[in-house]
């Protein structure tokens, strides 16, 4: 069984939650942990030989320590480039919150020291006309780590989400500022220091932006020790 599993998500979409989570589980595997990855439902996904394979999933897949099969990976691909409950209306397919937490617990019973599931866009993220992306992790009852792009906005955003994961009634592990432009924002040193003030979860790490740079890279960027506590 996983010893610990973690949620990521992230303050908006495009914020650069896939190549954070690459990160943290490349950070893991280096530090001789056994470490699983999944994205359970996945748009913009690629008609290939293999069938239907999303991007952002195969950098999950490649990035940790146990080769899964990719259907255990991202068992909801979608091919429509849009948000996940239009994708799945345009697909034909019913998604639904109970679905993606059985397959998640089956992901849990695999043996691993750590297990990343990774969201979709941001907290309150749609699966369908009823329910939203956040009732996964609060059914599965798992910390949440917060992927935050350091761009304007990025203050309220950050804590805006930090405060509706607690009122969730969850735990924030912890957060990742994350650089998805080569344009340093202005005044990127007093938003770090406002957020670590405000938000009470220790920051893992602060990515930099470099071109074509891989999570094993990154990854020397990330602290997770706090992941490990306890």
């Known amino acids: 069984m996983a010893k610990k599993t973690f949620f990521v998500t992230g303050t908006d979409t495009g914020v650069g939650k ?28 690629e008609n290939t030989p293999e069938g239907l394979r999303n991007e952002d999933a195969l950098i999950i897949q490649a990035a940790a320590s146990e080769h899964l099969a990719y259907d255990m990976v991202n068992p909801v691909a ?54 939203v992306y956040s009732a996964l992790p609060r059914e599965l009852q798992i910390p949440v780590i917060l992927v935050v792009d350091l761009r304007l906005g990025c203050i309220n955003h950050a804590l805006l989400t930090a405060e509706a994961i607690l009122r969730d009634g969850l735990v924030l592990a912890g957060w990742v500022a994350n650089r998805t432009g080569s344009e ?17 979860a220790p920051c893992l790490g602060v990515l930099p932006w470099v071109e074509q740079v891989g999570p094993e890279v990154l990854s020397r960027y990330i602290n997770i020790d706090v992941l490990f506590e306890n």
Not at 20 to 42: Q, Y
């Open 184 to 200: 340093t924002m202005s005044c990127e040193p007093d938003t770090l220091s406002y957020i670590r003030e405000h938000i009470s």
């Open 78 to 131: 979608l091919a429509p480039a849009i948000a996940p409950h239009v994708a799945a209306g345009q697909a034909g397919r019913a998604v639904s919150v109970s679905r993606l937490v059985g397959f998640c617990r089956g992901m849990q019973m695999r043996p691993a020291d750590l297990l990343l599931i990774e969201g979709a866009g941001g907290w309150r993220v749609p699966l369908n006309g009823r329910e």
């Open 18 to 45: 896939t190549m954070v989570s690459a990160a943290i589980l490349e950070a893991a595997k280096a530090a001789g942990k056994r470490t699983l990855g999944m994205k359970p439902i996945a748009s913009g996904c």
